[in-house]
């Protein structure tokens, strides 16, 4: 099992851009696809993207594609969404997660980090 970092994100402007990462701990990153997730304010937690193990394939929430990307550095125990031309709605709390696939957004560990805050103003 790994241990997840989320960073990244902050307050911008609507229209504007954030990277956030996150930052894995474990020897078995690489063999996981990956996910990231968000929650806004009393709201459930949705997924966002996901990216295969070899970061080769990525798949994304309708809300987000065209805007959004996400990418992964296994070398690093990193994982990345590029986030671009922000909208309010996308203020939310950003979380990632291990998929069993990239074509599934369950996540595989029951145990979330603190997250990352991101707050797009209108």
């Known amino acids: 099992q790994v241990q997840l970092v989320e960073s990244g994100g902050g307050l911008v402007q609507a229209g504007g851009s954030l990277r956030l990462s996150c930052a894995a701990s474990?020897?078995?990153?690489?063999?996981?696809?990956m996910g990231w997730f968000r929650q806004a304010p009393g709201k459930g937690r949705e997924f966002v993207a996901a990216?295969?193990?070899?970061?080769?394939?990525?798949s994304y929430a309708d809300s987000v594609k065209g805007r959004f990307t996400v990418s992964r550095e296994n070398a690093k125990n990193s994982v990345y969404l590029q986030m671009n031309s922000l909208k309010p709605e996308d203020t939310a709390v950003y979380y990632c997660?291990?998929?069993?696939?990239?074509?599934?957004?369950?996540?595989?560990?029951?145990?979330w980090g603190q997250g990352t805050q991101v707050t797009v103003s209108s």
């Open positions: 474990g020897r078995t990153f690489s063999s996981y696809a």
């Open positions: 997660n291990a998929l069993r696939y990239y074509t599934t957004t369950e996540p595989l560990f029951s145990s």
């Open positions: 990216i295969s193990w070899s970061g080769g394939s990525t």
